[in-house]
């Protein structure tokens, strides 16, 4: 059986309103399809699209399916004030307002909608599916599914050395001021929201040149990021999601994701040898992306796209 040669496609650049600003993206768009599947990309903590969320969407738009992939508010390129500010709430009304955008594009068959989050985002994607029983299809790779669980693998020490950050930037939120920040990665030992050992070279290995990337948040998140359980909202989809999960996984421990995994009544599961950060590079990218294509051809069926005249 020989192998589709990759479908060439256009990337567009884009924004589109979210709350009270906009988010900047990049619309993958198969060449001569006028009535594409697509898939809508959000990233993790922090990140921006940059950060290898265009390489799976030119993968998926190759495939024949339309992909979106966008940078959260107070991030990046996208407008929001004050900057580095990780809102839970805000992110998931960028994912809304990303479909919205997607739905509304005369290019794009807006029933065959999925919605793909890695590590933060993939914990998105599993809430984001929960609500929005008209899409087909999700994808959540080594998604965060437990903040109780991903603190304490990021140590009861570490933790409380951040308590009195926390409390500063409430403190300046209250009063209007600048952000209190604190790293998304770091080394061992070090207070951030990440400091296992392939955190910080992991993140600086997804960087390119001129990366928008600020590695730093406002603290205040902190306290929402340990109360959210995104993995508790598996069990309410009805559509079929894809859960790429790392046996090796320093970040969002393996054993939860897996417990939440297996209550999505259409849950397909993966498991991958390969760490968190892996996940983005080399082979395990290449594996990563081709048992995803696989998927996402099955749910959105890219060949019945009608074709341009």
Not at 89 to 101: C, E, H, P, S
Not at 261 to 271: G, L, N
Request: hydrophobic share 45%; net charge positive; charged share 20%.
């Amino acid at each position: 059986m020989t192998t589709p040669s990759p479908q060439s496609f256009t990337r567009l650049d884009i924004t589109f309103r979210s709350g009270d600003s906009t988010c900047a993206g990049w619309f993958y768009l198969p060449t001569g399809v006028t009535s594409a599947p697509v898939v809508v990309l959000g990233h993790g903590l922090g990140a921006t699209r940059e950060m290898r969320l265009g390489a799976f969407a030119e993968r998926f738009a190759q495939a024949g399916i339309a992909a979106l992939a966008f940078t959260y508010r107070h991030f990046g390129d996208s407008g929001g004030h004050p900057r580095q500010l990780l809102s839970i709430k805000r992110q998931l009304t960028d994912w809304d307002a990303a479909i919205d955008y997607v739905k509304a594009r005369p290019d794009v068959d807006h029933t065959r909608i999925a919605v793909w989050g890695s590590s933060f985002g993939g914990g998105h994607a599993i809430t984001v599916a929960s609500r929005h029983p008209e899409l087909r299809a999700a994808v959540a790779q080594c998604p965060f599914t437990d903040g109780l669980a991903s603190a304490l693998a990021l140590g009861p020490l570490a933790s409380l050395r951040i308590t009195p950050v926390v409390a500063r930037d409430l403190l300046t939120g209250i009063r209007g001021k600048a952000p209190v920040t604190v790293p998304i990665a770091a080394a061992p030992g070090t207070p951030a929201l990440m400091n296992a050992a392939d955190a910080l070279p992991g993140y600086q290995a997804l960087q390119p040149a001129g990366t928008t990337f600020r590695n730093e948040v406002a603290a205040r998140v902190i306290p929402a990021i340990v109360a959210y359980r995104p993995g508790r909202a598996a069990k309410k989809i009805a559509f079929p999601i894809l859960f790429c999960v790392s046996d090796t996984d320093t970040v969002t421990p393996p054993a939860q994701t897996l417990r939440h995994a297996r209550t999505a009544p259409r849950a397909e599961i993966k498991r991958y040898g390969a760490g968190h950060f892996d996940f983005y590079t080399g082979e395990t990218f290449e594996e990563l992306v081709r048992d995803q294509i696989e998927f996402l051809a099955r749910q959105l069926n890219p060949a019945a796209a009608a074709s341009a005249p």
